[in-house]
């Protein structure tokens, strides 16, 4: 057998091989445009592991003909950026086009990492190309985030993976030589998770423990080949998304030994502690939210001590997160709103806002009748006044339904008390 591994003998060289992506690459979309046209700008590839973003990369380089550099943000510092952009410099007196530098896991490089970019970045020294995992909102400074377009991509669907292990199978070098029969999926995509290298890497696992020209692929086989060989945590992609969700999940479930379980095992494993914080925050909004909303301030204060503190104190701080969001009464009520309030804007489009709620900042606009009969909720008793607030065609929707815990109940009393049979 090769040596290197099958994901990377199967990597495509030309974007009309690149599967998956399509609101990206397929015909007529904005990335597949801007590299026909030959004129790419700094962009971040933002999406899960094995979706493409280093395969995508380095296509986008083939395709322009470009000097291509790449640096991991794991073993690169500030020196070798330098490097590489005095390198770049020296190519400008040649007519060359600018080379393109791309960083894997953008999201790990520091500040100063990111700052030694931008000068060269601004003046078109290198084309950028960052790839993470992590939103680069919360990861990327924002001079080199404005600098650069992001695009999102996808989990593979499961037409784009079958496509992927039928041309493994009949192109590669090495298993094209074997017969094999791929008797059952299940558990081939199940365990991939929409993600082509882990596809990839388990197919090439159970086919190297099998014997013979011909090889059964089961479900069966492909469990227990995987039970026998599963690492116990890889942050950069194995069992990270199991293990998160199995973490929110205990959270949610109200299980405190669970929940700390599933973050000892992040924290054994090197898990990013800002990761885990983002997940608390909005854990704490999505599960906990209206049923305790001290939850969302302690989780937040989460996100801000561990920025400060750093491993390994910030265990603690987490723990104590972990245990306070696991052991709180839960609602997902905000959740259920926002989601009910945008699938109502979605179906009933862009209604004209009531007159005697708009602004009225001119005379012509009063004239017109904004503002008027407007009713200042602070000149009434109790501080309320009876008023229609939604458009008409939707005026009697209710998209904030209070759940049955405490808090919640105290605010339905109020509800009922201002606005009567609408909230019984």
Same mark, same amino acid.
């Given at each position: ?10 990597? !495509? ?18 990335? %597949? ?21 280093? =395969? ?143 596809l990839l890497n388990i197919l090439e696992l159970v086919v190297l ?13 492909? =469990?227990?080949? $995987? ?25 949610r479930g109200s299980d405190p030994d669970a929940a700390v379980y599933w973050l ?62 696991? =052991?709180? !009464? ?15 804007? %979605?179906? =009933? ?40 607030? $939604? ?34």
């Amino acid at each position: 057998m090769s040596l290197s591994p099958l994901a990377e003998r199967l990597r !495509p060289k030309k974007l009309d091989d690149y599967i998956g992506q399509d609101h990206l690459v397929g015909e007529g979309a904005v990335l %597949r445009k801007m590299i026909e046209s030959g004129n790419i700008s700094s962009i971040i590839l933002w999406g899960p592991p094995g979706v493409g973003k280093t =395969t995508l990369a380095k296509i986008i380089a083939n395709t322009l003909d470009r000097p291509f550099y790449i640096l991991s943000a794991i073993n690169s510092g500030v020196k070798d950026v330098r490097e590489v952009i005095e390198k770049a410099k020296k190519t400008q007196f040649f007519n060359h086009p600018n080379p393109i530098l791309f960083i894997d896991e953008i999201h790990r490089f520091s500040k100063s990492q990111q700052d030694s970019l931008l000068g060269a970045v601004e003046q078109g020294v290198v084309t950028l190309i960052g790839a993470t995992t992590e939103n680069p909102s919360f990861e990327v400074i924002s001079p080199l985030l404005s600098r650069c377009q992001v695009y999102v991509l996808k989990h593979l669907e499961k037409e784009g993976l079958l496509k992927i292990l039928d041309l493994a199978i009949k192109k590669d070098t090495d298993l094209k030589k074997l017969e094999i029969v791929v008797q059952e999926y299940e558990a081939l995509l199940r365990f991939s998770g929409g993600d082509a290298r882990k596809l990839l890497n388990i197919l090439e696992l159970v086919v190297l423990a099998e014997e013979g020209p011909k090889i059964v692929i089961t479900n069966e086989k492909v =469990t227990d080949r $995987l039970q026998s060989s599963q690492a116990i945590y890889d942050k950069n992609g194995e069992m990270h998304y199991d293990i998160i969700s199995a973490f929110i999940k205990s959270i949610r479930g109200s299980d405190p030994d669970a929940a700390v379980y599933w973050l000892a095992r992040m924290l054994e494993g090197g898990e990013d502690i800002k990761f885990i914080a983002r997940r608390l925050l909005i854990l704490a909004a999505e599960d906990v939210g209206l049923a305790n909303p001290n939850a969302l301030l302690l989780a937040q204060s989460t996100f801000d001590a561990v920025h400060k503190i750093g491993p390994p104190e910030s265990r603690i701080i987490l723990s104590e997160c972990t245990i306070y969001l696991a =052991t709180s !009464p839960k609602s997902n009520s905000a959740y259920e709103a926002i989601n009910a309030a945008q699938e109502l804007v %979605r179906r =009933t489009g862009d209604l004209p806002v009531p007159l005697h709620i708009r602004n009225a900042p001119s005379k012509l606009m009063k004239d017109l009748g904004y503002g008027k009969d407007y009713k200042y909720a602070h000149a009434y008793k109790g501080n309320f006044a009876e008023q229609d607030f $939604l458009p008409e065609n939707i005026k009697n929707e209710r998209l904030y339904k209070p759940q049955n815990n405490a808090t919640e109940l105290k605010i339905m009393e109020r509800l009922k008390a201002w606005w009567g049979k609408r909230f019984e």
